[in-house]
């Protein structure tokens, strides 16, 4: 497919006789973003897409980013790698991930050969800035399906939109994405459970699915899709289908058939195929394989499963955070003489962002609320601490080369979490 063919079928005329070197695409308003997008991409030039609900340090990386120029002899703007999508990359700083109309019809191309379908329809409930809604929409426009914006919130209230009688025939599938806090909410609620089988699959992605939710879904006999992917690979580069789900499968699934997922001898999961990034923005990336921090197993069934990072990132709901960048922000507020930021179970979120930090005797307690007020102006509400943990001075747990012990703050952040 060609960058023309995409923009037919996005509905639009033809390329803007005044092509402009870049576009950034920051609309939250599904309508608004589908209109802003499709201009964006008629003019031939590199497309950025932005959160609108960022704060100013992700406003300030990003900006950088957009305005860095390609290095000599890098291919794109409207030759390759046009499409710049926000993501945490590996070290959790905000990074572009490079993919274009080849990236992405390979993503759809694939998927439909898994589920064995030739159109998608979809309820949308995810942004469209984040690569899980927007390659849920981009299914429907290369297949001709309907795309069908939705407000979680509506969901969650009990408003649901209807799926037409013909769902599940032939050309008619519909389709949901959810993050595992949403199906958690659903769960137990019998209207919305009967809603959710009424799809051909609900795709649950975004973060880890702990095992009770997992089980909960299949004892409700709902379609879920288990699956693994992320900006890097266009969404989803494996997936369960409801079927294995409902026979006793588990894992994220096999390889969708555009992808390849290999694990090294540590697990380390390598992941290689057509619908792969071409690179960082404005760099362009080589070679056939591209290695994640994801650790997993594959098991007997052929369906790989996740088992945590290599790296110290904290992923919660879906959202990667690095905690340094919390604790440079936590610093700053000048009510803390040192502090630690870690990731600790949470049955809601997968992960939940917890600041410990050591507290003297006859100290004042930290305003907590002020804080909170403060970190809102300069971080996303993802990364701000859940909750703030004070160890006494004589436990914290750093030595004299100045390394904290994360693990026993871990332990002990973790144990004054309602779970």
Same mark, same amino acid.
């Given at each position: 497919?060609?960058?023309?063919?995409?923009?037919?079928?996005?509905?639009?005329?033809?390329?803007?006789?005044?092509?402009?070197?870049?576009?950034?695409?920051?609309?939250?308003?599904?309508?608004?973003?589908?209109?802003?997008?499709?201009?964006?991409?008629?003019?031939?030039?590199?497309?950025?897409?932005?959160?609108?609900?960022?704060?100013?340090?992700?406003?300030?990386?990003?900006?950088?980013?957009?305005?860095?120029?390609?290095?000599?002899? !890098?291919?794109? =703007? &409207?030759?390759?790698? %046009?499409?710049?999508?926000?993501?945490? #990359?590996?070290?959790?700083? +905000?990074? @572009? /991930?490079?993919?274009?109309?080849?990236?992405?019809?390979?993503?759809?191309?694939?998927?439909?050969?898994?589920?064995?379908?030739?159109?998608?329809?979809?309820?949308?409930?995810?942004?469209?800035?984040?690569?899980?809604?927007?390659?849920?929409?981009?299914?429907?426009?290369?297949?001709?399906?309907?795309?069908?914006?939705?407000?979680?919130?509506?969901?969650?209230?009990?408003?649901?939109?209807?799926?037409?009688?013909?769902?599940?025939?032939?050309?008619?599938?519909?389709?949901?994405?959810?993050?595992?806090?949403?199906?958690?909410?659903?769960?137990?609620?019998?209207?919305?459970?009967?809603?959710?089988?009424?799809?051909?699959? !609900?795709?649950? =992605? &975004?973060?880890?699915? %702990?095992?009770?939710?997992?089980?909960? #879904?299949?004892?409700?006999? +709902?379609? @879920? /899709?288990?699956?693994?992917?992320?900006?890097?690979?266009?969404?989803?580069?494996?997936?369960?289908?409801?079927?294995?789900?409902?026979?006793?499968?588990?894992?994220?699934?096999?390889?969708?058939?555009?992808?390849?997922?290999?694990?090294?001898?540590?697990?380390?999961?390598?992941?290689?195929?057509?619908?792969?990034?071409?690179?960082?923005?404005?760099?362009?990336?080589?070679?056939?394989?591209?290695?994640?921090?994801?650790?997993?197993?594959?098991?007997?069934?052929?369906?790989?499963?996740?088992?945590?990072?290599?790296?110290?990132?904290?992923?919660?709901?879906?959202?990667?955070?690095?905690?340094?960048?919390?604790?440079?922000?936590?610093?700053?507020? &000048?009510?803390?003489?040192?502090?630690?930021?870690?990731?600790?179970?949470?049955?809601?979120?997968?992960?939940?962002?917890?600041?410990?930090?050591?507290?003297?005797?006859?100290?004042?307690?930290?305003?907590?609320?002020?804080?909170?007020?403060?970190?809102?102006?300069?971080?996303?509400?993802?990364?701000?601490?859940?909750?703030?943990?004070?160890?006494?001075?004589?436990?914290?747990?750093?030595?004299?080369?100045?390394?904290?012990?994360?693990?026993?703050?871990?332990?002990?952040?973790?144990?004054?979490?309602?779970?």
């Amino acid at each position: 497919m060609e960058r023309a063919d995409l923009i037919r079928l996005l509905g639009a005329a033809d390329v803007l006789a005044e092509t402009r070197a870049t576009v950034v695409v920051e609309e939250r308003e599904p309508g608004r973003f589908i209109e802003a997008f499709t201009e964006a991409v008629t003019t031939g030039g590199t497309v950025f897409l932005a959160d609108p609900t960022w704060g100013a340090v992700e406003r300030a990386q990003f900006n950088a980013l957009v305005s860095a120029r390609e290095p000599a002899g !890098v291919a794109g =703007g &409207g030759r390759g790698g %046009w499409l710049c999508i926000p993501t945490g #990359g590996s070290s959790g700083k +905000l990074k @572009l /991930a490079r993919h274009d109309e080849g990236t992405v019809a390979a993503a759809v191309n694939g998927f439909c050969a898994h589920f064995g379908v030739k159109q998608v329809n979809v309820v949308g409930l995810l942004p469209l800035y984040h690569v899980s809604g927007f390659m849920a929409w981009m299914r429907t426009v290369l297949t001709g399906g309907s795309y069908l914006p939705w407000s979680w919130k509506a969901v969650e209230a009990g408003e649901r939109p209807a799926l037409p009688a013909d769902a599940g025939a032939e050309g008619g599938d519909w389709f949901l994405s959810l993050v595992p806090t949403q199906l958690q909410r659903l769960l137990g609620d019998r209207e919305a459970e009967d809603w959710l089988r009424g799809f051909r699959a !609900v795709f649950i =992605g &975004g973060g880890p699915a %702990w095992p009770e939710l997992v089980e909960a #879904g299949a004892r409700a006999r +709902l379609p @879920l /899709a288990f699956s693994y992917g992320m900006t890097e690979t266009a969404a989803m580069v494996t997936a369960l289908r409801p079927e294995e789900f409902l026979t006793g499968g588990r894992g994220s699934g096999a390889a969708l058939p555009h992808a390849q997922v290999v694990l090294d001898g540590e697990g380390r999961a390598g992941i290689g195929g057509a619908s792969l990034f071409r690179g960082y923005w404005p760099e362009t990336r080589t070679g056939a394989m591209w290695w994640t921090e994801d650790l997993g197993r594959w098991d007997e069934r052929g369906s790989l499963h996740v088992l945590g990072r290599r790296d110290a990132l904290i992923i919660t709901g879906g959202e990667k955070v690095d905690p340094a960048e919390v604790e440079a922000a936590l610093r700053a507020t &000048g009510a803390f003489a040192d502090v630690a930021v870690v990731g600790v179970p949470d049955a809601e979120w997968g992960e939940a962002v917890v600041a410990c930090y050591p507290f003297g005797e006859g100290e004042c307690a930290r305003d907590e609320t002020e804080i909170n007020q403060w970190l809102a102006v300069i971080l996303a509400a993802y990364k701000r601490p859940r909750r703030y943990v004070a160890v006494p001075v004589a436990e914290w747990p750093r030595n004299a080369q100045g390394k904290v012990n994360r693990a026993a703050l871990r332990a002990r952040a973790g144990g004054g979490l309602d779970l």
